[in-house]
């Protein structure tokens, strides 16, 4: 009986679809529950909801051992499925997963769809359609926790149409993923040159965790948690000496420009990144636009070349490059660490790739203080050696990290394409 329910322009699109003969999401396609259950020693790939990108709904799945499974870890996906997620304001986290991606396991804030008589890619660009987050808005009950039931959720309406669309959806769909691989290929090509010239597959970290310092180090640094003087980071930071090489911060300023959001409606939007957006290694125009009176709380100016560290969490590896035009405005979340270049010596690509390495992430591990939101301290990224060899590899790994984001920008032109193909039935229905 809430008055939402009954908005006029939830009402008049639902009668354009039923006047253009769609048919409730229950006929295309079945819930499918595999349930999960964990094995001590096992690794498994973990699909959270805010690791499925809202652009063209890649995965970032995390790495975690099944004693170490979080409780909201429910359901085994296989190639073919299709999941969405029934939590909101997540709106637009649905997900084709691939064969390679067969046996992962996702948040139970998903459904786990199954497609009866129609294409998987068909029924991914469906869900993706604009029209869908609406009619799903509709259905959301609940304020503190908001989300959409799964019966209501089989309600949603979806068109079909002819064959010769469909073929073209599937066709589009088909090649936006296989850029969407190439573009996480090409980075990853960049981290496998990067290791072979540091020899990180001959790093073997220590396998003790018990170390001795003396008074004095624990007055330099001010910091009496045994985590921060851990044999692993002591090793690295020791192979990483053996290295010429310079600081971090010789070559990267820590830039802190503030954005304070209006609390009145200026009209304007602004492009604004959360943490979960560096998942991927890179940002750009295509992240989620806010109202800026929407954005409630300080942030960090951002410009393009920028490199954006989370300092929470740094097992994340919440790590991007900023692809964002020149000319459009873009802040990021007040935790992040935002790294400008001083001098043209080192492309911030580079800089990318070595700190989401090895070593560097095995630095930051130990250097994080708290419990609930371990974070690491500012300085302990700039005082961290680059080698000098790596620089040597910065023009061919800046390739590699420019074309795998225009490998995704196409992906992402594909999918908008296939979307239109839909959303023009609504809009001629």
């Not at 819930?31 to 096992?42: A, C, M, N, S, T």
Request: proline share 5%.
């Amino acid at each position: 009986m809430d008055a939402e329910y009954y908005q006029p322009n939830y009402l008049e699109l639902i009668n354009t679809l039923e006047e253009a003969n769609a048919v409730p999401l229950s006929a295309l396609a079945k819930v499918e529950k595999r349930k999960f259950i964990p094995l001590q020693g096992q690794l498994y790939n973990y699909i959270e909801i805010s690791e499925v990108g809202t652009d063209t709904g890649r995965i970032s799945a995390s790495q975690i051992y099944g004693e170490e499974a979080p409780s909201r870890a429910q359901y085994v996906v296989e190639g073919g499925d299709v999941i969405i997620s029934s939590v909101r304001p997540n709106r637009n986290a649905v997900a084709l997963i691939t064969r390679e991606q067969s046996g992962f396991v996702c948040s139970s804030g998903f459904v786990v769809l199954r497609p009866k008589e129609i294409s998987p890619e068909f029924l991914f660009v469906s869900l993706k359609a604009n029209h869908v987050p609406l009619l799903l808005d509709r259905q959301t009950t609940a304020t503190m926790y908001p989300a959409v039931s799964e019966g209501d959720l089989l309600k949603t309406l979806i068109l079909i149409p002819s064959q010769y669309i469909i073929s073209e959806i599937e066709s589009k769909i088909a090649l936006s993923r296989q850029l969407e691989l190439q573009s996480q290929e090409l980075y990853a090509d960049a981290e496998r040159l990067l290791a072979a010239e540091l020899g990180l597959g001959r790093l073997d970290l220590p396998a003790e965790d018990v170390t001795t310092r003396q008074l004095s180090d624990i007055l330099n640094v001010r910091r009496i948690d045994a985590e921060y003087f851990h044999p692993q980071k002591a090793f690295v930071q020791q192979w990483l000496s053996n290295f010429p090489g310079r600081a971090v911060g010789e070559y990267f300023k820590p830039v802190r420009e503030i954005y304070n959001p209006p609390v009145f409606d200026t009209g304007k939007s602004i492009l604004n990144f959360d943490l979960t957006d560096a998942l991927r290694y890179f940002v750009d125009e295509h992240g989620e636009m806010i109202r800026e009176n929407e954005i409630g709380s300080l942030k960090k100016w951002l410009k393009r070349g920028d490199v954006i560290v989370s300092r929470l969490r740094s097992y994340l590896k919440e790590i991007a490059y900023v692809n964002v035009p020149q000319d459009v405005n873009a802040v990021g979340s007040s935790e992040f660490i935002v790294l400008r270049q001083l001098h043209k010596d080192v492309h911030p690509e580079l800089l990318i790739v070595y700190l989401r390495s090895k070593p560097v992430q095995t630095i930051l591990k130990w250097s994080q203080d708290g419990s609930n939101h371990p974070r690491f301290n500012e300085n302990e990224l700039l005082a961290i050696r680059l080698p000098d060899k790596v620089l040597k590899l910065q023009d061919e790994i800046r390739r590699m990290v420019q074309s795998g984001i225009q490998a995704n920008k196409d992906a992402k032109r594909l999918l908008a394409e296939a979307k239109s193909e839909v959303e023009k039935l609504i809009e001629g229905g």
